[in-house]
């Protein structure tokens, strides 16, 4: 069955150091990719998404790329700041059902 | 923009009662996501619906019911409520029909206490 593995966290980086949180997935078909954001007593959100092969999704400093070929979608930031402080989840959804699979979350403390 | 809608934000339960948490999704929107956080845990996939259909069911307790009405807005029945279940619940709704890519937009969550 379609599964999505992140690296396990928590996280802890100072102010302006790079950040990578690895995300990869096992799914048939072309599944669409995307990561959710959860910050301190709020909902998910979307951060970014990736619909296809080699497709990249940014937003707020962050990217990732679908990468098919490695099954993977890594995040990445040039540069954080303490209110990047928040839980990341990465999510895929297979085309033609309604079912998301999410990760297990990585919690990401920056530290000022 | 219009957001998922979720209500009571906050609901406290004694043991054994029962609870129904509503969710009204965006408009136009056609799946409705039920998601249960407790404490420091990762959400967990309770029950979507698909058109007012039930489309796939996740760890939802035999205690609990969901269903989605004609207006598209959802509700989840607990009921011989338990410790554990307390939890925020999430509702989420997504576009699946057409080009869109079925991204989420969740609401702002519902805290159930139970004493």
């Known amino acids: 069955g379609n599964s999505v593995t992140q690296m396990e966290g928590p996280v802890t980086l100072s102010e302006e150091a790079f950040l990578t949180i690895n995300c990869t997935y096992t799914?048939?078909?072309?599944?669409?990719l995307f990561w959710y954001v959860q910050y301190p007593g709020e909902g998910l959100q979307l951060l970014l998404k990736?619909?296809?092969?080699?497709d990249k999704g940014s937003n707020k400093g962050f990217e990732a790329t679908y990468r098919k070929e490695t099954t993977s979608f890594h995040l990445e930031k040039g540069s954080v700041q303490v209110s990047d402080s928040a839980v990341y989840f990465c999510?895929?959804?297979?085309?033609?059902?309604?079912?998301?699979?999410f990760g297990t979350g990585t919690r990401l403390k920056v530290l000022a | 923009a219009a957001g998922v809608i979720q209500s009571p934000r906050h609901l406290i339960k004694e043991k054994r009662e029962t609870a129904t948490l509503k969710c009204y999704p965006i408009?136009?929107?056609?799946?409705v996501y039920w998601y249960q956080q407790g404490p420091g845990q990762d959400p967990q996939f309770l029950i979507s619906f698909y058109e007012k259909m039930q489309s796939d069911k996740g760890s939802i307790p035999d205690r609990f019911s969901a269903q989605q009405f004609s207006d598209y807005h959802s509700e989840l029945n607990m009921s011989s409520l338990e410790l554990g279940d307390s939890a925020l619940y999430f509702c989420a709704s997504s576009l699946m029909t057409g080009a869109n890519t079925g991204e989420l937009f969740f609401g702002e969550g519902s805290r159930l206490t139970v004493l």
């Open positions: 408009p136009r929107h056609d799946t």
């Open positions: 799914a048939t078909g072309y599944p669409s």
């Open positions: 990736a619909t296809k092969a080699d």
């Open positions: 999510a895929l959804i297979s085309s033609g059902t309604y079912k998301y699979i």
